[in-house]
C-alpha cells in the first residue's frame, strides 16, 4: 500500500506550483482529479517543449492524475464539483485569489458539504495582506522576494535563478503543509484551509541576508559563486570550464593549500583563519587561481577528492544526465506519454525505503477520465450524457 492511497485530491490547479504540488502527492499514491475546463485546459498545455503538437511541460508535470474536463462556470459544473469535494480530502487551487469564491466554490462554501475538507490554496502574495490580490509568476516573485538582488555578481545586473524556484519550491512547500494537514485530520477528524504563498517561501530561504541585517545591521547583496561566511568557498575557472570546491569552516584548510600545491599558504598571516581569509578574499582568490588555470576538471576531481574537500566541476544539462551518480539514483526513467511519447520523466526525489514514490501513469489527456471519475462518484450513463450535452463537462 502507497503512504498516501485512499487520499482523493480535487484539482483545479494549472501552470506550474500547483500541478508540482499535486503530483508529488500522486506519486506517493493520493487519488488526484486534475479538473480542466473543456477547450481551454491548463495553461502550461501552450508551454514548449512540444512534440506532436503536445507540451512536454505539461506532460512533466500532471503524471499520476486523472483528467476530467468539466466547466465550474455553469450551475451544473459547479454542482459536479461539490458533491466530488463532498467525498474528497483535500482541494488544491491557485487562481487569482477570490475566483473560487465568486465561483460558489470557495472555502466557506465547500466547508458546507465538507466539514473536514483540506482546502488548500497556492496564490502569488497569499491570502492576505496588500497584494493579495495581484498575480504573479516566478520571475515576479524571484525579483520582489530579494532572491534575484543576491544571485549574480556584483558589478553586474540582479539575476534570475535558472530553474522556476517560486513556483516548484512553493508547490512542494504545500506538498508538505497538505501532508501535515492531514495527519491532523486523521487524528482529529478536521480539516483547515491552507494559505502558502510564493512570496512567503522565497522570502523564508533568504538565511544570510535577513540574518546579517536583524543581527549585524549590515545589508548584503550578491556575491557572485562565493559565500560572504566562508572562504574558500567559490567557483574557479580551470583549462576546461568551471570548478567548485570549498570548505565549511576552519577544518580542511592545511588539506586545501597542499592540494593547490601552495602549503605556505597555511600559515600565511592573511589567510590564517576562515574569518581573515574572507576579509582577503580579493587577494586569495587570484592567487589560487593561478592553480585552477593549470588543471583539467577531471584533474581537479582527483586532487581534491584525495584531500577529501568537497568538489565537483560545473557540470552541463548533457553531462547530468549522463552521470552515474544521476543513474544509481534512478533519477531519469523512461515513460510513455499519450501525447508526447516517450521521453525521460525526472523521478521523485525523495527515497523512502517502505513506501517509495512511483511514477505509475502518464499526465492525463484533456478530459480522459471524466466518464469514468463521474460514475465513481455516483453519477449514471443518462445523467453524463445530459452533462455533455449541457456543456458542463
Given amino acids: ?168 519550491f512553493t508547490g512542494l512547500t504545500m506538498a508538505l503543509a497538505i501532508t501535515m494537514a492531514y495527519y491532523h485530520k486523521l487524528g482529529t477528524g478536521k480539516g483547515q484551509r491552507l494559505d502558502v504563498a510564493m512570496m512567503d517561501t522565497l522570502f523564508a530561504i533568504l538565511e544570510s541576508p535577513i540574518l546579517f541585517k536583524t543581527l549585524l545591521g549590515e545589508d548584503l547583496s550578491r556575491v557572485g559563486n562565493c559565500d560572504v561566511t566562508l572562504t574558500p568557498y567559490d567557483v574557479y575557472p580551470c583549462k576546461d570550464g568551471y570548478f567548485s570546491a570549498g570548505l565549511a569552516g576552519e577544518s580542511g584548510w592545511d588539506r586545501f593549500c597542499k592540494a593547490i600545491e601552495m602549503p605556505e599558504l597555511e600559515k600565511d598571516p592573511r589567510f590564517i583563519d576562515n574569518d581573515t581569509r574572507c576579509k582577503n578574499y580579493a587577494i586569495l582568490t587570484p592567487i589560487m587561481t593561478e592553480f585552477f588555470l593549470t588543471k583539467t576538471r577531471a584533474e581537479l576531481a582527483d586532487i581534491f577528492t584525495a584531500a577529501k574537500i568537497p568538489n565537483s566541476p560545473v557540470s552541463t544539462i548533457p553531462e547530468l544526465m549522463e552521470h552515474p551518480q544521476i543513474a544509481a539514483r534512478e533519477m531519469l526513467v523512461p515513460m510513455v506519454d499519450p501525447g508526447v511519447g516517450e521521453y525521460l520523466a525526472i523521478n521523485n526525489p525523495m527515497k523512502l525505503s517502505v513506501t517509495p514514490a512511483s511514477l505509475d501513469k502518464p499526465a492525463p489527456l484533456m478530459g480522459q477520465d471524466t466518464e469514468a471519475i463521474l460514475e465513481s462518484f455516483g453519477y449514471n450513463a443518462e445523467e453524463i450524457k445530459q452533462f455533455a450535452a449541457n456543456g458542463a463537462i
Avoid at 67 to 92: F, H, P, Q, W, Y
Fill in 1 to 168: 500500500m502507497k503512504i498516501l492511497e485512499g487520499l482523493t485530491v480535487i484539482d483545479f490547479t494549472q501552470a506550474y506550483s500547483g500541478p508540482f504540488c499535486t503530483m508529488n502527492l500522486g506519486d506517493f499514491g493520493a487519488r488526484v482529479i486534475k479538473i480542466e475546463r473543456a477547450g481551454v485546459g491548463d495553461q502550461s498545455r501552450e508551454w514548449t517543449p512540444f512534440k506532436d503538437g503536445n507540451s512536454g511541460y505539461y506532460a512533466a508535470i500532471n503524471r499520476n492524475k486523472e483528467g476530467m474536463s468539466l466547466d465550474i462556470n455553469t450551475e451544473e459544473g459547479k454542482e459536479i464539483a461539490l458533491r466530488m469535494i463532498a467525498n474528497a480530502d483535500v482541494v488544491v487551487e491557485n487562481f487569482k485569489v477570490g475566483t473560487l469564491d465568486k465561483m460558489g466554490l470557495g472555502y466557506e462554501d465547500v466547508k458546507k458539504v465538507n466539514p473536514e475538507i483540506i482546502y488548500a490554496s497556492i496564490s502569488g502574495f497569499g491570502q492576505t495582506g496588500p497584494l493579495k490580490d495581484l498575480a504573479a509568476y516566478d520571475n515576479v516573485i524571484q525579483a520582489m522576494s530579494g532572491i534575484m538582488e543576491m544571485t549574480g555578481f556584483p558589478d553586474g545586473v540582479p539575476t534570475k535563478i535558472g530553474p522556476a524556484i517560486g513556483d516548484n
